[in-house]
Each structure stands twice: as structure tokens, then as C-alpha cells.
């Protein structure tokens, strides 16, 4: 099963949930058996041995502006495992790039809330407040009204 995997890898089938549906295995037993096969340090899916590695993958592929669900589908990792690996990386790693912070600044002012941009965009709840609160936006209270930064 790993061998036929790994063809079904090469020839360009490189999104694990895929892969899993189409063999009826769980996405942790695909990642496995890739692994088994020797695909590793494969960045479009963050197949790395070890959770540095894959967590960093994570971290670039979120400053790409990938969404979580999206990550979830592509490498076959659970939010959860996807939220912790990203959890662990250093502060720098943690925070939005001004692009994103820009991105994240135009979609808060048409009404996208927090917790919302958290979901898609990866950075924690507190990341994306300061960050709004950094590029100078009025937050709006939990009911939806504005409040005055000054």
C-alpha cells in the first residue's frame, strides 16, 4: 500500500485527505505510509519527521495565506495538531507580516470579526487584537458596536 501511494504521490496527487478518501485510510495512516515509502521533506504537504520541521512548514505555508481548513485538507493534520504545532514556534513565527496584518485590517473593517480572522488566517485571537490595534483600527465591541481607541 505505502508503494502505491507514493506512485499516486509523484504522479501529482499531493493533497492527503485525497489520497486518504481514495485508499478509505485515515489521513495520520497516509501521512505514515508516505513516510514509510521515504517521501519526507516534502513542503506542499509539511511531510517532515520531526515537529519543528513541520510546524515551521505550517508557519510559511499561513504567511502564504493559506486557512486552516485548508491546511487540514492539504497535509491531513487535525486543527487541533495544526493549532498546537503552530502554538510551539517562537514569537516571531507567531505574528502576521504587514501584508497579512493589512489583509487581516481591510477584512476586520468589512466586518469579518477576530475570532473569525483566527480561523482562517491561523495567528491566536490575541496576535490579530494586537495587530489590529497596532495598524491604528477602532475594535469593535463583542455586540458589534464601535469602540474609540482614544
Not at 509539511?46 to 515537529?51: I, M
Not at 499561513?62 to 517562537?90: F, K, P, W, Y
Request: aromatic share 4%; net charge positive; with cysteine.
Amino acid at each position: 500500500m505505502a508503494d502505491d501511494l507514493a506512485k499516486r504521490f509523484h504522479e501529482g496527487e499531493r493533497v492527503i485527505q485525497d489520497l486518504a478518501a481514495r485508499v478509505d485510510r485515515r489521513p495520520a495512516t497516509v501521512r505514515r505510509l508516505l513516510r514509510e515509502a521515504g517521501i519526507t521533506n516534502d513542503a506542499s504537504v509539511c511531510l517532515y519527521d520531526s515537529d519543528d520541521d513541520v510546524a515551521h512548514c505550517l508557519a510559511a505555508h499561513v504567511a502564504q495565506g493559506r486557512t486552516i481548513s485548508e491546511l487540514m485538507r492539504r497535509t491531513g493534520l487535525g486543527e487541533r495538531t495544526i493549532r498546537r504545532l503552530l502554538g510551539g514556534l517562537d514569537d516571531a513565527d507567531k505574528r502576521p507580516n504587514p501584508a497579512q496584518v493589512a489583509k487581516m485590517v481591510t477584512e476586520y473593517r468589512a466586518g469579518l470579526g477576530i475570532r473569525a480572522l483566527s480561523m482562517k488566517t491561523g495567528y491566536t485571537y490575541y496576535a490579530i487584537r494586537t495587530a489590529l490595534l497596532d495598524a491604528d483600527v477602532s475594535l469593535r465591541n463583542p455586540g458589534g458596536n464601535w469602540r474609540d481607541r482614544s
